[in-house]
T-cell receptor, first 113, second 112 residues
C-alpha cells in the first residue's frame, strides 16, 4: 500500500531535549516536505526536499533541521525544542516537484512542556 | 469561506443536502488548485484538482469551480453524507513553484 509513515504519532517531552520525527515513503517520490498545523493558521511549510541531499527552507524553518540522505526518508529534527513548537506535524511527498498533489502521513502530535 | 485568523469557518448541512465550501486565493499567478479533505486524526487527503485553463471539473459527487476573475474557488459536494464531515482545505500553486500554499480550512459537519 502506498503510504507516508511518520513516527512517533504522539510525543510529550520537555524543553531542550533533542528529538527526531521520522518520515518514510514507499512511493519512490522525489519531493518530500514537512508542515506544521496550528489552529486557525492552516498548514505551514517548515522544510522541503526536491531530491536526495537537496533541502530548502519553507515558511517557518526556525528551530528545525532536516536531512535527506536517502530518497525514502526525510527526518525532522528539533535540536532544542521549545513550547512554541508544540503542534501537529505532517510529512508529505509527491512524485516530482512540489506543485503537484502531495500525499500526507497521518501526523505527529508534539507537546513540548 | 476561508480566512486567516483564530477561528475555523464552519458549515453545517443536513444529510442529503448539497454542500458548497468556498476558498479565496491570493496569488493571481496561481494556475493549479487542489482540494483536500482532512478527517479527525488523519492527514489531508486529495479530493480533486483543477488547472486555470478550466473553470469547472467534476468528480464523483464533487465539483470544483474556479473563478479567476475574483480569485475564488469552490467545492460542491452533492448529497452530503455523514462520512463527508471533515475539514476541507484548498491549496494553490503555480508552474515552476516548489510548494503548495494552503488555506486555513473549513469544517463541514453533516447532521444526520
Amino acid at each position: 500500500e502506498a503510504q507516508v509513515t511518520q513516527n512517533p504519532r504522539y510525543l510529550i517531552t520537555v524543553t531542550g531535549k533533542k528529538l527526531t520525527v521520522t518520515c518514510s515513503q514507499n512511493m519512490n517520490h522525489e519531493y518530500m516536505s514537512w508542515y506544521r498545523q496550528d489552529p486557525g493558521l492552516g498548514l505551514r511549510q517548515i522544510y522541503y526536499s526536491m531530491n536526495v541531499e537537496v533541502t530548502d527552507k519553507g515558511d517557518v524553518p526556525e528551530g528545525y533541521k532536516v536531512s535527506r540522505k536517502e530518497k525514502r526518508n526525510f527526518p525532522l529534527i528539533l535540536e532544542s525544542p521549545s513550547p512554541n513548537q508544540t503542534s501537529l506535524y505532517f510529512c508529505a511527498s509527491s512524485p516530482g516537484t512540489g506543485n503537484q498533489p502531495q500525499h500526507f502521513g497521518d501526523g505527529t502530535r508534539l507537546s513540548i512542556l | 469561506g476561508e480566512s486567516v485568523g483564530l477561528h475555523l469557518p464552519t458549515l453545517s448541512v443536513q444529510e442529503g443536502d448539497n454542500s458548497i465550501i468556498n476558498c479565496a486565493y491570493s496569488n493571481s499567478a496561481s494556475d493549479y488548485f487542489i482540494w483536500y479533505k482532512q478527517e479527525s486524526g488523519k492527514g489531508p487527503q486529495f479530493i480533486i484538482d483543477i488547472r486555470s485553463n478550466m473553470d469547472k471539473r467534476q468528480g464523483q459527487r464533487v465539483t470544483v469551480l474556479l473563478n479567476k476573475t475574483v480569485k475564488h474557488l469552490s467545492l460542491q459536494i452533492a448529497a452530503t453524507q455523514p462520512g463527508d464531515s471533515a475539514v476541507y482545505f484548498c491549496a494553490e500553486t503555480s508552474t515552476g513553484a516548489n510548494n503548495l500554499f494552503f488555506g486555513t480550512g473549513t469544517r463541514l459537519t453533516v447532521i444526520p
